[in-house]
């Protein structure tokens, strides 16, 4: 019998009814720290945990196949799996990163960078002349996030990933926002995909955890050999929940990017919204491309209050459905205020230059009805009174 190549399938399947001991049609989870040698110099598959452990191994096979990959190695959070890359490089090595990165990963790069580690460059992607300069200095890593968080800025990944080719750089790709149900950097050339599997891969909020996915069995060799020497490795039990939540990884992905789109249509023509960030919208900068290269628009989305910073608080705070908390790509659905919390580590200055301004508000869009949504918005900005503008 052929494998299924379906993505659908193996999301929903990968690993099921393989269980030889007892015909567990769900597999087990295996917690245990260490393994029993068979005998003596004679190891099992697998010897101790954070070298390697059966149930995050079919996580990290459950990921390569649904991001055709040779492998991945599956980390403690989506940070470590930022880190694991960056990890590879030398002092003199050159990042070519975005400005308008997730916070997380902007304070990283400078800390690395402030530590001697590698020299980083962060530049708004888009711009040609700017990404020109940047490859002439012969970077080793482009690192790319698409759409970017939360300005949903669009990275043609095609086209940085020729140009990377050309000067000797490798490409890593953060595929957070979108999961391979939407997007998949490594059949665009990208040689690294990088996860907050935290998101729409577990999807249900109850696990910090991440993966990268690499092109090269070479490169996953070299990951899972430093991710092992620090002791980063993914603990089972995420590892367990992670593959649960991708069992319905699609048809959450459907219905929440549905809503999204309705709601970024219902927020784009409202008074009190002086801009509505969504690549669903024909209006967005980078529609044609997101188009091109995604499968599905997504299901986050960001706006600016035409009140600016001043009306954020009252229009959070009185939202109902939506709930005021970091993080996105879960079921339930998140509002958060970027330039206090999941961008507060930036400098106001780095802020300002990547567009993150203080009336910005980001939505993850979960799976309550789309009425429920958008009356909850409708509700909020009623409650705001009069409109002064
Ligand atoms: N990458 C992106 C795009 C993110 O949005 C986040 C977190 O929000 C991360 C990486 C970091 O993931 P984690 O919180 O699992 O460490």
């Known amino acids: 019998m052929s494998e299924p190549t379906k993505l659908e399938t193996i999301a929903a399947a990968n690993g ?28 099992g598959p697998h010897e101790y945990t954070r070298t390697s452990n059966p149930t995050r191994a079919l996580l990290a096979d459950t990921l390569a196949k649904l991001e055709g990959g040779a492998g991945a190695v599956v980390v403690s959070s989506g940070m470590a799996a930022v880190d694991l890359v960056l990890s590879q490089l030398s002092r003199d090595d050159l990042v070519i990163a975005p400005h308008d990165c997730y916070g997380g990963t902007h304070r990283l790069l400078l800390s690395r ?18 990404l020109a300069a940047a490859f002439e200095d012969k970077p080793r890593l482009v690192l790319v996030e698409t759409p970017s968080n939360p300005l949903m800025r669009i990275v043609d990944i095609r086209a940085i990933v020729a140009q990377a080719k050309t ?42 955890g991440g993966a990268v996915v690499a092109a090269d069995a070479a ?27 991708i069992r319905t990884l699609f ?53 600016e209050l035409r009140g600016g910073g001043e009306e954020v608080g009252r229009f959070v705070e009185a939202l109902r459905v939506f709930r005021l908390a970091e993080s996105l790509g879960g079921i339930e659905s998140l509002v958060a205020h ?22 910005l508000i980001r939505l993850s869009v979960g799976l309550e009805a789309e009425a429920d949504l958008i009356a909850d918005l409708k509700d909020a900005f009623a409650g705001m009174g009069k409109q002064n503008v």
């Open 219 to 245: 490169d996953v060799e070299k990951l899972a050999a430093w991710s092992n020497i620090v002791g980063t490795s993914g603990a089972p039990f995420d590892s367990y929940l992670t593959l649960r939540g």
């Open 251 to 303: 048809p959450r992905m459907e219905r929440q990017q549905q809503s999204a789109q309705a709601i970024a249509e219902f927020l784009a023509g409202h008074p009190r919204v002086a801009a509505c960030h969504y690549p669903g919208l024909p209006a967005h900068p980078g529609h044609a491309v997101a188009k091109a290269q995604q499968s599905g628009f997504g299901a986050m989305l960001s706006f």
């Open 113 to 130: 960078r402030d530590r001697g580690h590698f020299r980083v460059v962060f530049i708004d992607q888009n711009d040609k002349a700017a």
């Open 16 to 43: 099921i009814a393989a269980d030889t001991n007892f015909g567990a049609v769900t597999p087990p989870m295996y917690l245990s720290s260490t393994f029993v040698f068979p005998g003596f110099e004679r190891s």
């Open 338 to 359: 970027p330039a206090t919390m999941t961008h507060a580590g930036m400098s106001e200055e780095a802020r300002r230059a990547a567009g993150i301004t203080s009336g």
């Open 167 to 208: 000067a000797g750089a490798k490409v890593a790709v953060d595929n957070t926002f979108l999961s391979p149900a939407l997007q998949r950097p490594l059949a665009l050339g990208a040689d690294f995909v990088i996860h907050s599997t935290t998101k729409y891969l577990n999807g249900h909020s109850d696990v910090v």
